[in-house]
C-alpha cells in the first residue's frame, strides 16, 4: 500500500525533485515548496520508490493535499 506524502501548508509547487519509479531513501527532498518567498523542502518519511505525482511544478496546494504517493514495502 503506497504511503501518501500531504502538504503541511498552502504554498506554490516550486520545483519536484523526483518522478515516478525513482527509489528514495528516508529524508530524500522529493518537491521545494514556496510560500512567502521562502523554500520549504518536502522530504520522504521512509525508503521506497515514487510510485505517483498528483501535483505539477506552479500549482497552488492547500494544506493536507497529496502531493506525491511512495509504495514502502
Known sequence: MPETISAE???????????????VEEETPLIIMESMKMEIPVLADS???????RVAEGDMVNAGQPLIDINTD
Do not use: E, F, Q, T
Open 9 to 23: 501548508m498552502s504554498a506554490n509547487i516550486w520545483k519536484i525533485l523526483v518522478a515516478p519509479g525513482d527509489a
Open 47 to 53: 525508503s521506497g520508490v515514487v510510485v505517483a505525482l
